[in-house]
Nanobody
Framework: QVQLVESGGGLVQAGDSLRLSCAAS????????MGWFRQAPGKEREFVAA???????TYAGSVKGRFTISRDNAKNTVYLQMNSLKPEDTALYYC?????????????????WGQGTQVTVSS
């Protein structure tokens, strides 16, 4: 069983930056694809970014060029660096993992989920 714990969320102003972290326990992440998703009130959970076991990544169009996903397999941790934040980035951000070497953008393809960390961006 894999446990994922997110941290790093908070209240910031538009244009600010935040770095989210996702620490995993119970299993090494070295062969696991990791992703970040977000869910705003009243909306469905949506894909943000994903990174494969060897560092290959993909991003949602709305965050491409502003967000960067990375991983430190030695620390069993995945990060999401978020720059130039906008009010529309406000959401509960979830870390997720899937037992595959290939990236995926669909929530149903992820096996493990954290509890989420809140990001609020004021205008």
């Amino acid at each position: 069983q894999v446990q994922l714990v997110e941290s790093g969320g908070g209240l910031v102003q538009a244009g600010d930056s935040l770095r989210l972290s996702c620490a995993a326990s119970g299993r090494t992440l070295s062969s696991t694809t990791m992703g970040w998703f977000r869910q705003a009130p009243g909306k469905e959970r949506e894909f943000v970014a994903a990174i494969s076991w060897d560092g290959g990544n993909t991003y949602a169009g709305s965050v491409k060029g502003r967000f960067t996903i990375s991983r430190d397999n030695a620390k069993n941790t995945v990060y999401l660096q978020m720059n130039s934040l906008k009010p529309e980035d406000t959401a509960l951000y979830y870390c997720a993992g899937r037992s595959s070497k290939f990236v995926a953008t669909t929530t149903a393809l992820y096996n493990y989920w954290g509890q989420g960390t809140q990001v609020t961006v004021s205008s």
